[in-house]
């Protein structure tokens, strides 16, 4: 279990790196897609939820609104 949370936050960590580099013009657009639909696998991660609400308070509003804009599949479970 605890690995299991050691890597998701890495992820995240992963993630929020690629966002910056994203949007300093230093990533292509095509890449940040694909790393993009990769998120969304990450974000339905339905037991680390309670992991991604406390990360997000750190992000930049910028990349929160891409995180929320998909349906959240865990909130109706």
Not at 6 to 33: C, R
Not at 42 to 52: A, L, R
Request: net charge negative; hydrophobic share 40%; proline share 4%.
């Amino acid at each position: 279990i605890a690995a299991g949370r050691n890597y998701f936050h890495l992820t995240l960590f992963i993630y929020e790196n690629d966002y910056f580099k994203f949007s300093q013009g230093l990533m292509p657009s095509d890449v940040w897609e694909a790393k993009l639909a990769g998120l969304g696998f990450y974000y339905d991660q339905f037991h680390y939820g309670e992991i991604m609400e406390v990360r997000k308070s750190f992000f930049s509003q910028d990349l929160i609104d891409i995180i929320d804009s998909p349906p959240d599949k865990c909130a109706d479970v």
